[in-house]
């Protein structure tokens, strides 16, 4: 932890750490950035006094979705680049869950592409992990449209010809309510970003860059650690600068920034810009009942 008294807040809590794992076997491989990162969505949720009842973890496909066993409480693990539909029904549904949903640069930038963009501009109340390994590992390694341009891929051995899309320039071109970045190396920072998401009230979008040691050999950890840097450190950074934000991510060869990048707290959500359920009272999922359909059978 980058923060001290978060250590020791953690330790004292590590009983109600325990009650998130589980004793399915990991199936990562050695390396992956994805148990650094559910780490640190277990120490988020702990030092936020979130217990299991509490949120639904909805998972996409690909390594990071063989995580919805490997965390205790409630998951739901969906079709590929579908995640964000799902989580955002849910969290319409119970606004009193909250809602993580979390996927990889494929589900989110190829399949899922259009729900991203939905997501964003009706700001749903969802905390989004993106796991960005710039490939798809869990099918050993094809190019993503996140991928760069260069790299040696199963799928295209004599290298990926075309420029990648710059994820975190077009998120913020739709005009996001929050925007953080961490890499998987940095567990402390994860969860400090993790922390910040959870509390807030809108569609809150969390890069991690994490290396894929398996497949992706152009941008492992030791890649990533020459480059990154933190954004409390440069001097000036306004974080409600929307073209700011949009300045500093074009670089994702020299300096790459962490920290949360962008937030407007003055955006409404999608609860508060709803008009039909202003003044109701109940949640829709208190609102279900059930039918006798049996005439529509026969």
């Given at each position: 932890m980058r923060d001290k008294k978060d250590l020791h807040k953690l330790s004292k809590l590590s009983g109600d750490y325990l009650k998130y794992e589980t004793n399915k076997v990991l199936t990562w491989c050695g390396n992956c950035g994805n148990y650094g990162i559910q780490n640190a969505l277990k120490r988020a949720l702990v030092l936020e006094g979130y217990k299991k009842e509490d949120f639904l973890m909805c998972f996409d496909i690909g390594c990071n979705g063989n995580g919805s066993d490997k965390i205790e409480g409630y998951?739901?693990?969906?079709?590929?680049?579908?995640?964000?539909?799902?989580?955002?029904?849910?969290?319409?549904?119970?606004?009193?869950?909250?809602?993580?949903?979390?996927?990889?640069?494929?589900?989110?930038?190829?399949?899922?592409?259009?729900?991203?963009?939905?997501?964003?501009?009706?700001?749903?109340?969802?905390?989004?992990?993106?796991?960005?390994?710039?490939?798809?590992?869990?099918?050993?390694?094809?190019?993503?449209?996140?991928?760069?341009?260069?790299?040696?891929?199963?799928?295209?051995?004599?290298?990926?010809?075309?420029?990648?899309?710059?994820?975190?320039?077009?998120?913020?071109?739709?005009?996001?309510?929050?925007?953080?970045?961490?890499?998987?190396?940095?567990?402390?920072?994860?969860?400090?970003?993790?922390?910040?998401?959870?509390?807030?009230?809108?569609f809150a979008y969390v890069e991690i860059l994490q290396s894929c040691p398996t497949y992706n050999k152009m941008t492992p950890d030791i890649w990533y650690a020459k480059r990154i840097k933190m954004i409390e450190d440069k001097k000036d950074y306004d974080k409600s600068d929307i073209w700011q934000a949009r300045r500093i991510v074009r670089d994702m060869e020299n300096e790459i920034w962490l920290g949360l990048l962008y937030e407007n707290k003055k955006k409404s959500n999608f609860f508060e810009t709803y008009p039909f359920r202003k003044g109701v009272k109940t949640a829709l999922v208190e609102e279900v009942r059930h039918k006798d359909i049996s005439q529509f059978m026969q």
């Open positions: 998951t739901l693990h969906g079709l590929h680049g579908r995640v964000l539909p799902v989580a955002s029904g849910c969290a319409l549904a119970n606004p009193k869950m909250k809602v993580i949903a979390s996927a990889g640069d494929g589900g989110t930038f190829s399949e899922g592409i259009n729900h991203l963009v939905c997501a964003i501009r009706n700001d749903y109340p969802v905390l989004f992990i993106h796991h960005n390994n710039e490939n798809y590992g869990l099918t050993v390694g094809q190019a993503s449209s996140l991928t760069r341009c260069g790299a040696i891929m199963n799928g295209t051995p004599k290298e990926v010809t075309i420029d990648p899309i710059n994820s975190l320039d077009f998120v913020l071109s739709l005009n996001p309510s929050f925007v953080a970045r961490s890499f998987s190396g940095e567990i402390g920072h994860i969860t400090e970003m993790f922390r910040l998401a959870l509390k807030h009230k809108g």
